[in-house]
């Protein structure tokens, strides 16, 4: 065998044992009459001795040859370690070789594998192979591995079946870009890689499978960032006969698992906010609530005082930094660049300093007195000390911005503190929304979202005040799964497709077999899809998903290692017959 023992495995009391030890060589020290190996595995480091006299000559022979990243089986005596090292388990011992092998030698390799390495994001990602071996790296892909197989134990437990659905599925519209895939046995026809498994759920559901769940990849072509991959995992779920609150009991029980078995730590209680509260009071449907700073409408104290830019506007909202009336001038520049960034877009800042001496100092004195400020104070509930940062402009447009620089703010002020989690959920979601482009309403959620009963007739008069039986779990600011209960009778989901614009053609065409499926008996049933890349980043204290994916792409959708996407032999071309119709750059 190659090795008797890991590198992380070795102790005190393992003193006189014969072992045998296999990995990767972490440095070499040589001090001529003496010699050192640090060997290293993915449990750990033990450290190798030679002395000459001691040590036969072919072994200290090869020990010289030896160069970092080394691939070498060692066999020796475990002895106490004379200068003892309390950084890693096993620095009170060390083992005295006998005998040594080469198993592969290795390159130098083009960063050092260090927890604090020298290679950039470019570079590790063309060697990610190297870079698995860092530390922190396979410290994440082990707590993802942690994460779900807890997952698994739980819904197990809730006597969730496991059931795997495909993956070369037919293109329908979900929100994003599909992935094709052709076909050569159907010229001219096209897969789709799923962007969840949504249809395939309900038809379990459907054939009697009551709970559903799968760690599943998903796919969308749409634009990357730090949470985004254009293939990611769901834990991604289905049950039958159970309402809205069923749902959110099952699965707020499970991130309290998740959080007691993997970091130890329990969190508080799950509120529910409304949507329409979370966009008023936050301007996001995945409000941060670690920290207050509740965004407050001014319109009625704020307006008819002859500041055009108020009284233009649509909403004045305007939040509160406790203990903040100290800033400096150069800080509030600072923030009133942050706002008109191009991440932000506002035209502009008001602030209104409130005082220790009950007086007010503000950017617009020229067109509010003090009266005029103190009943803005008044409305926000300020104290001596506080600073007002207020917005204005279109409803929704300010209230994004507005977001930006309350997060911005908790930021600055160490208010979104690391290691301390607040869940929500936020319920009732719109059913629809607006899309200026298309001019015709789209699905928040997707087509198969159920509206709340009592809005029903709301749908020939006022579509977009429909509710929807829609739900979403966010923990610090970040959205982490969410779901909805189904519309399960074919009438309905028909009336579903009109309302969003499809002929019974186009309906009967995208999701004919869906609506068959529901003539023959289907139960009431709703779901939940959790990110589990972001669960796994959240977990591990990270803003970005990528080192918590062991083979990640890189902004523009590539994987640099292997070169991907990459052209094809055009004798593969030729048999799914497709011609290629490049465009040329400019």
């Known amino acids: 065998m190659y090795r008797s023992h890991t590198c992380g495995e070795l102790r005190i009391e393992d003193v006189n044992k014969e072992v045998t030890l296999s990995g990767w060589v972490q440095r070499v020290r040589d001090k001529g009459g003496m010699a050192w190996v640090d060997l290293r595995d993915r449990y750990g480091i033990t450290q190798l001795i030679f002395e000459e006299g001691v040590t036969a000559p072919e072994v200290l022979e090869k ?9 070498i089986q060692a066999t020796g005596t475990v002895v106490e370690r004379y200068s003892k090292n309390d950084k890693i388990p096993t620095g009170a011992i060390e083992i005295k070789v006998s005998a040594i092998e080469i198993l592969n030698a290795a390159k130098l390799p083009p960063f050092m594998i260090e927890d604090d390495t020298d290679g950039g994001d470019d570079l590790r990602m063309k060697y990610r192979y190297l870079d698995l071996r860092r530390n922190p790296v396979r410290e994440k892909l082990a707590l993802r591995h942690r994460i779900a197989q807890e997952v698994r134990r739980y819904l197990d437990e809730q006597n969730f079946l496991e059931i795997e659905t495909p993956v070369l599925i037919k293109s329908t519209p979900e929100g994003a870009r599909d992935f094709i895939v052709p076909s050569r046995m159907n010229p001219g026809e096209f897969y789709a890689l799923p962007q969840s498994p949504q249809t395939f759920k309900q038809l379990l559901m459907v054939s009697g499978f009551d709970r559903y769940f799968q760690i599943v990849k998903c796919f969308r072509d749409e634009d990357l960032r730090a949470d985004r991959q254009p293939e990611f995992t769901q834990i991604d779920c289905e049950l039958a006969f159970i309402e809205q609150q069923d749902i959110l009991d099952i699965f707020e029980g499970m991130v309290r698992h998740l959080f007691r078995m993997v970091l130890n730590q329990e969190i508080g209680d799950f509120p529910h906010m409304e949507y329409a509260d979370a966009m008023r009071l936050y301007g996001s449907d995945k409000p941060d609530i670690r920290f207050g700073m509740e965004f407050v409408e001014l319109n009625e104290v704020a307006q008819n005082k002859g500041f055009k830019v108020f009284d233009d506007a649509e909403l004045v909202v305007g939040i509160k930094a406790e203990g903040c009336a100290s800033y400096t001038r150069k800080q509030l520049d600072a923030l009133t660049n942050f706002v008109k960034s191009q991440q932000v877009g506002a035209k502009g800042l008001v602030y209104v300093k409130c005082n220790e001496d009950g007086s007010f100092k503000s950017s617009v004195d020229k067109f509010f007195d003090q009266e005029a400020l103190a009943a803005w104070a008044q409305t926000m509930e300020a104290k001596a000390g506080d600073l007002l940062l207020v917005l204005s402009g279109a409803k929704d447009e300010v209230r994004k911005q507005m977001n930006e620089l309350r997060l911005h703010m908790g930021n600055e002020l160490g208010l979104r503190k690391e290691g301390e989690f607040k869940p929500l959920w936020v319920v009732n979601f719109p059913l629809l929304e607006w899309d200026e482009e298309t001019k ?15 809005d029903m007739a709301l749908l020939d008069t006022d579509p977009g005040a429909v509710r929807a039986n829609a739900y979403d779990m966010v923990i610090n600011g970040v959205e982490i799964g969410g779901g909805s209960i ?5 009438e309905q989901q028909q009336l579903m497709f009109k309302h969003l614009g499809f002929t019974d053609e186009e309906a009967k065409e995208q999701f004919g077999f869906l609506m068959e499926a529901f ?43 292997i070169d991907s996407p990459a052209l094809v032999d055009g004798t593969q071309l030729d048999e799914l017959q497709i011609a290629l119709n490049l465009k040329k750059e400019d």
């Not at 020990?63 to 691939?71: D, I, K």
């Not at 015709?440 to 009592?454: D, I, N």
């Not at 959790?530 to 998903?545: K, N, P, Q, Y």
């Open 63 to 71: 020990t010289r040859q030896l160069g970092r990243e080394f691939v």
């Open 440 to 454: 015709r309403f789209h699905a928040m959620h997707h087509p198969f979202t159920s509206p709340k009963p009592e």
């Open 486 to 490: 189904r519309i399960h009778d074919r």
């Open 519 to 561: 003539e023959y008996g289907a139960p009431p049933h709703g779901g939940i899809a959790l990110g589990f890349d972001r669960l796994c980043a959240m977990f591990g204290g990270s803003e970005s998903i990528r080192d918590y994916i062991a083979f990640p792409k890189n902004n523009s959708g590539r994987d640099v290692m």
